[in-house]
């Protein structure tokens, strides 16, 4: 990915978009993130002869070798219309570089305090890198076509274990030239606590890298929100921090140092990290309240 010039473009900073008009068009642009294939984000199948295409778009952007959180959604389209699925049962099944797949899991639906959307998570270790296919399986019927993933051998991006960075962040007294610190309408009460300041400084902090007013998947609104609702549950254990996407207004706009020091090649992320500076668990793609209430117990003291 180049970070040259403090910018990323928006075609390596869209996450496998789950949403309406905007879903062809996260599906391409994700594909700068990695090959310069156009359906490197989604594998579609017809589904008969109504015409309607079902298919698998990728949500996580981060997966490795080990145990992963695994994101997904499925939608359908026929002619320009598209359409999020967010019910059903649905089961996945692994398997390595065309190998043997292992047995149908169950695939959990996040769509809690996300507006009648969501999508689809199953935990899996990945015993090696490379190319694995995902058989999916939607209320007894299983797509023609797999989603596939690329497992790198490490994260590319910070993960539990690990030492979160120490960079700065924008707050309300020193904005580092970010206008609006916040997009969210009200703004959030979460811009008052410099990240190089309460990382690792003894109380834990759940940092949201998201831009409401901007956000390619419009799961970033929303998973805000859910972080504004859930933290007053948690005011006395952990400090709660947001950061905007880009410094201004637009999406032409400089991306904050704080993204780029942090490595995220998508929107949004959650993390949260322990007293010691240490990451205890994370969030990408599009998340819901259970999930956040999840990562707040992680490390709430």
Known sequence: M?????????????????????????????AGCGDDDPDASSQSTN???????VFGVRSSTDLAVGENRVAFGIVSQKDNAVTEISAGTVKVAFAYDG??????IDATLRDQGLGGRGLFTVPFDFDRSGIWDMAIDLDGSELAE????????????????????TAQSP???????VDPLCTRDPACDFHSDNLADVIGAGKPVVVLFATP??????????VLDLMVEIQPDFADSVLPVHVEIY??????????????DWGLPSEPWMFAVDGDGIIRSRLDGA????????LFESVAV
């Open 213 to 222: 007013a901007l956000c390619q998947t419009r799961f970033c609104g929303p």
């Open 99 to 104: 190998g043997e797949r292992g047995n149908f």
């Open 287 to 294: 998340f819901d309240r259970n999930e956040i209430r999840a």
């Open 247 to 260: 410094s201004g207004p637009a999406l032409d706009d400089p991306i904050v140092p704080t993204v780029e």
């Open 171 to 177: 707050t309300v007294t020193d904005p580092m030239d």
């Open 2 to 30: 180049d970070w040259s010039h403090h910018r990323i473009s928006r075609r390596s900073f869209v996450v496998g978009a789950l949403g309406g008009a905007s879903l062809l068009g996260g599906a391409s642009l994700l």
């Open 146 to 165: 797999p989603l596939t993933w690329q497992i790198a051998d490490k994260y590319a991006v910070v993960a539990p274990g690990d030492k979160a960075p």
């Open 47 to 53: 589904t008969g002869s109504t015409g309607d295409s």
